[in-house]
């Protein structure tokens, strides 16, 4: 496969898999588990013909490895980063001291008055290192990379979650838990 057919499987997978499954005819599972035979014959029903490689492909390879397959490896699913309705059944976790979120800078200054939101997505998302925050940052124009006091909110009651691929999970961050990192030039 090549990193262009990549990209696009892979947004096509985001699309479909986190935000509008039924576009596809596609219940998520608990879990937000899909049956790949199902996904497999919903994507050729819509001329966007995949196969079981692609897919290994797509989850193997993806930079932010956004899908998974189940044990089984009979079904696959979105980590993170839903808008649909879907519990991923992740357990609490205890996070690191300090997490790190990236945002543009026009963002700033509406999350230092109101605090980190969902936004429409199931949880806020946190890294463990800046260079990750950068780059999500820099997807809303000019990288802005906020430091989070995780541990210190998680001892003062508030709910972490890790995925299997390493992002952090949390409802939200009020402003009392962070500080600017960095901006970048």
Known sequence: MTN??????SKYLSRHLRHDPGRLGLTLEPGGWVS????????????????LEDLRQVVERNDKQRFSFD???T??????????EVDLELEPASPPAVLFHGTGLRHLDSIMRAGLKRAGRHHVHLSTDTATATRVGAR???????????ARMGEDG???????NGVWLTWAVPTAYLRLRSKAR
């Open 158 to 164: 508030f709910n972490f979650y890790v995925t299997v």
């Open 36 to 51: 790949i035979d199902a996904l497999l014959g919903a994507c050729r029903s819509q001329s966007f013909a995949l196969t």
């Open 140 to 150: 809303h124009g000019r990288a802005v990379v906020l430091e989070v006091a995780a």
């Open 75 to 84: 079904r696959i699913r979105a980590n993170q980063g839903h808008s649909v």
């Open 4 to 9: 262009k057919r990549l990209v696009k499987t």
């Open 71 to 73: 044990e089984t490896r």
